[in-house]
């Protein structure tokens, strides 16, 4: 399962970590973009594998910023 | 004569006719036809007869040509459709319901006379006309004919005709491929039931024409034609969800655009405070917050009904009441894309306007935008041309329209989002917490005074003075000074102060100037 940005920023933030159980809409990394702070979200409630992304990195819309393995 | 198809000779007592009239009757309803129903009932649904039971006022329904059936089909009663007039909520419709038992739904000669004919009678009588589509399209035992098709009548001249006059409803409600979805684009409101589909074709004839493989609910499912390309305007679990959520998709509306507004006895208080609004929207510009929040707090109690909730979502299209009166909300949400309007919450918002436009709902912007989104996606998808269609609606639309101002007003955005004066917006006002001007400070003052910035001795001070300067320009008050909102107003009052607007504004703007033209030339 991905997480995709739904939108092209910067990332400000990263802040959940590999391993951790999430529950749909949780923030993964925090983007910003359009002066204003976006999160990246679980698509669904599952356990975190890998985060694909850094701060500073830049995110391009649909890009995939963490990989998922569904409850 | 004959009073069957099996031509034998009719008797000469009158009581033995209505007999056989009767029995023919009966022989196209549900309860003779068990057996050709039960594929229907085993995938959950319901007849077109039960449907249409379910979505009109209890025995409200006068059927039309029940004992049609096509010359050469002995076993196609009513030639696929269940067609006449009933009552939703007392007022009269139009339905025309596809039944999937006989012959697939598929549309027959005989069925099109019944669809035109009632869709002529919403066009004459000015009542709301609903599909219940469950069927595939034309009929291609006749279809596969020249002398047939090209000289073939559909009613889409009709249902243009009818688009603004009387709403106009479809269900989704089994296979749609093709016609069935050609008719619902012409649809005021569609409704999808998940597991029915919807597009241009299914997937036989997509892998015939180009061999794509793909499922029928990949290609045209609820998620993908509702939630993502907002060709529906709702997905639905059942087919009773579906047939509720026209009768209250039509209780917003008049029965034409000549018919004054449906206002409904409303026991919500209509100067109910709420103490909430004072902390649903943080002065913080880079936080979001769920705009939905502040529309269930300003809104009549359980009023609001969102059009598209899964579909550009960065912008909220709901149908509502206030002080029971309806009225269309057009929503920024920072949740999605910042808020920002990219092409297809464009798409939606000037459809919604559109819509309220022509049956008289008064339109209520909640403005927060940063402006519209910007960068290669956005360009290729034709934002500039798309952008325009918001402005070209805003520009037709003669209800009243009111603006708050919540935060952010950007640019074009704000514009289009009907703020300060542009459309003469009948009411404008702002919370403390609004910050309107041309495009956001930091990027402009980059752009504006980069070289004066670079040459500075300390030029992050320099850019720090810039941006401290120009923010001092930016604020309520200063929009207030210069006339560009009527007033700034407590949160928790938006809701008083709404109503109040509302209920002395004149149904619509009359006066303009227009040039003797036959019509507007859409951007899109």
Same mark, same amino acid.
């Given at each position: ?52 992304? #850094? ?14 393995? /569904?409850? | ?14 009581? +033995? ?55 050469? %089909? ?61 069927? #595939? ?29 009387? /709403? ?9 491929? +093709? ?43 609820? +998620? ?39 206002? %409904?006895?409303?026991?919500?208080? +209509? ?203 930016? #604020? ?49």
């Amino acid at each position: 399962m991905e997480a995709k940005s739904e939108i092209t920023g910067r990332v400000l933030e990263v802040v959940a970590s590999p391993g951790q159980q999430l529950a749909e809409d949780d923030p993964i990394v925090v983007l910003e973009s359009m002066k204003m702070e976006i999160a990246v979200t679980a698509p669904r409630a599952g356990t975190l594998r890998e985060i694909k992304v #850094g701060v500073d990195d830049l995110v391009e819309e649909d890009q995939v910023v963490a990989l998922m393995d /569904p409850a | 004569m004959s009073l069957r198809a099996d031509a034998r000779p009719a008797p000469d007592d009158l009581r +033995a006719r209505l007999d056989l009239v009767r029995a023919a009757k009966r022989a196209v309803g549900d309860a003779a036809r068990a057996e050709a129903l039960a594929r229907q009932r085993a995938r959950g649904k319901l007849t077109a007869r039960e449907r249409i039971a379910a979505l009109a006022d209890p025995g409200s329904f006068v059927e039309a040509g029940a004992l049609v059936r096509p010359r050469d %089909q002995p076993d196609a009663p009513g030639d696929g459709v269940v067609t006449g007039s009933a009552r939703i909520g007392g007022r009269p419709v139009s339905i025309v319901a596809n039944d999937f038992s006989v012959m697939g739904g598929s549309s027959g000669e005989a069925g099109a006379r019944k669809t035109l004919r009632q869709t002529q009678a919403s066009l004459d009588h000015g009542i709301p006309y609903v599909s219940l589509l469950d069927g #595939g399209g034309h009929r291609i035992q006749e279809g596969l004919d020249s002398r047939h098709f090209a000289a073939v009548s559909t009613n889409f001249q009709q249902l243009v005709d009818l688009s603004g006059w009387a /709403p106009i409803c479809a269900a989704m409600m089994g296979s749609g491929f +093709a016609g069935p979805s050609n008719m619902s684009a012409l649809a005021d409101f569609v409704v999808m039931v998940r597991g029915a589909t919807m597009g241009i074709a299914g997937p036989a004839l997509v892998k015939a024409a180009t061999g794509e493989d793909i499922d029928k609910e990949a290609l045209g499912g609820a +998620a993908a034609q509702a939630d993502r390309h907002g060709i529906a305007d709702l997905a639905v679990d059942t087919d009773a969800e579906a047939l509720e959520a026209i009768r209250r998709f039509l209780s917003y509306f008049p029965s034409n655009a000549a018919e004054p507004l449906p206002i %409904q006895p409303c026991d919500d208080p +209509a100067d109910r405070r709420e103490e909430a609004l004072l902390d649903l929207v943080p002065a913080n510009t880079r936080r979001a917050y769920d705009v939905r929040k502040v529309l269930a707090a300003v809104a009549d109690r359980e009023s609001l009904f969102e059009l598209k909730p899964g579909y550009a979502r960065n912008v909220v299209t709901s149908l509502a009441r206030l002080g029971g009166r309806p009225v269309g909300i057009i929503a920024n949400q920072p949740l999605h894309l910042a808020g920002t309007l990219d092409s297809p919450a464009c798409e939606k918002a000037a459809h919604f306007i559109a819509l309220c436009d022509a049956f008289g709902l008064p339109l209520v912007f909640f403005v927060d935008i940063p402006g519209f989104l910007v960068g290669s996606p956005a360009e290729k998808s034709g934002l500039v041309r798309r952008s325009a269609r918001i402005i070209h609606e805003l520009g037709k639309a003669t209800v009243p329209r009111l603006s708050v101002v919540l935060r952010k007003g950007y640019g074009l955005g704000f514009i289009a989002m009907n703020g300060g004066r542009s459309f003469g917006a009948d009411l404008t006002v702002a919370w403390p917490s609004a910050e309107i001007c041309a495009m956001s400070i930091e990027g402009a003052t980059d752009v504006a005074f980069g070289r004066e910035i670079a040459a500075a001795p300390d030029p992050a001070a320099r850019r720090a003075e810039l941006i401290a300067g120009f923010r001092a320009r930016v #604020g309520p008050l200063e929009a207030a000074e210069g006339f560009g909102v009527d007033d700034l107003i407590d949160p928790r009052d938006t809701r008083p102060v709404l109503v109040e607007a509302l209920s002395r504004l004149a149904p619509r703007r009359r006066g303009r100037a227009r040039p003797p033209k036959h019509r507007d030339i859409s951007p899109i």
